[in-house]
């Protein structure tokens, strides 16, 4: 079974805080990884890959662990318009569907 | 580009009766997909399909139906509405590749079953 597990939160921050994500996933054999940003009643858009190096985007920092079958997103200086859910994204083999984990909701407050 | 559209954007249907929620994307993007969303439980995929005339089943396939005659369309029907079926319906699109690219999704389509 190809599962994402994530924490659902809610995770409530100040304005300037760091706040961290982890997603667990269930096939060591998974290739790729991504975290996409889905605000209230809109559609989920892309917000990073996640490499195997780990990589980093602005305040935005995304980190793989292939043994452990983890992945995780670091935001720095969170600001208001950080406020959203934030969904761990597999594809687990190929060319098959990606697999949505269900969300952590995310609000930066001031 | 306008990307990926769907319509409508709101719908309320009567419990048994049918409609088609239309998708098209215009990235000449060969993977196309169905999801629906619910509360607490997350994307669900509902249908899939690698290339026009290819279609797959999901997680949640029972009570839609899909077909892929172009590239750029990938309607869903609902054939005899039920109240569970009350949802957002996401269509997305990606280009094919190994592993999966990043899927571009539209807007959603609200659905109430009354």
């Known amino acids: 079974r190809k599962e994402v597990e994530q924490d659902p939160g809610p995770f409530n921050v100040p304005e300037g805080a760091t706040v961290a994500f982890n997603c667990t996933y269930s096939?060591?054999?998974?290739?790729?990884f991504f975290w996409y940003r889905q605000d209230c009643r809109k559609e989920p858009k892309l917000l990073m890959s996640?490499?195997?190096s780990g990589n980093e985007d602005g305040r935005f920092t995304a980190q793989l662990n292939r043994a452990s079958q983890y992945i995780s997103l670091l935001i720095r200086d969170s600001k208001l318009s950080d406020s959203a859910t934030y969904l761990c994204?597999?594809?687990?083999?190929?060319?098959?569907?990606?697999?949505f984990g269900k969300g952590t909701r995310l609000s930066v407050i001031a | 580009n306008a990307g990926v559209t769907q319509t409508p954007k709101f719908q309320v249907l009567k419990t048994g009766q049918s409609m088609t929620l239309q998708c098209a994307q215009d990235?000449?993007?060969?993977?196309m997909s169905w999801y629906r969303q619910d509360p607490g439980m997350g994307l669900r995929l509902i249908h899939y399909?690698?290339?026009?005339?290819?279609?797959d089943q999901g997680e949640v396939p029972n009570g839609y139906n899909v077909s892929r005659s172009t590239t750029e369309d990938f309607p869903l029907r609902l054939l005899l509405a039920a109240p569970s079926q009350t949802s957002v319906y996401f269509c997305?699109?990606?280009?094919?590749?190994?592993?999966?690219?990043?899927?571009?999704f539209g807007p959603g389509t609200r659905l109430t079953v009354l």
């Open positions: 997305a699109s990606s280009k094919r590749g190994t592993p999966l690219n990043e899927q571009f």
């Open positions: 096939n060591s054999a998974s290739q790729s």
């Open positions: 996640v490499y195997s």
């Open positions: 994204v597999v594809n687990f083999i190929g060319n098959t569907p990606l697999v």
């Open positions: 990235m000449n993007h060969e993977y």
């Open positions: 399909s690698v290339g026009a005339g290819i279609t």
